[in-house]
């Protein structure tokens, strides 16, 4: 059972900082395409950032340059840590794993506001 379980979200001010995590279990981590994907309020679902299993990490262009995808096979997880927030940051955050099939998360809400 794949089961990808989000941390770290939470309230910010412009110009903060947040790093999020996601834990996947139930696949082989280290083969997968992990993604984060947000979706912010009234609004569809969008893709962040995505960290191919054997290629480098590439960025939607609002993101660019304030945050950064990594992760750390040892502990199955995925990273999004990100820097220099501004309220259009505002968002539910969602990790995918992907091979073939998607597998989500549940989601973390991140609010970026004074």
């Known amino acids: 059972q794949v089961q990808l379980v989000e941390s770290g979200g939470g309230l910010v001010q412009p110009g903060g900082s947040l790093t999020l995590s996601c834990e996947a279990s139930g696949i082989i981590f280290a083969s997968f395409t992990m993604a984060w994907y947000r979706q912010p309020p009234g609004k569809q679902r969008e893709l962040v950032a995505v960290l191919p299993a054997r290629a480098p990490a590439y960025y939607t262009e609002s993101v660019e340059g304030r945050f950064t995808i990594s992760k750390d096979i040892a502990f199955n997880t995925v990273y999004l840590i990100m820097n220099n927030l501004k309220p259009e940051d505002t968002a539910v955050y969602y990790c995918?794993?992907?091979?073939?099939?998607?597998?989500w998360g549940q989601g973390t809400q991140v609010t970026v506001s004074s």
């Open positions: 995918a794993a992907q091979n073939g099939d998607t597998y």
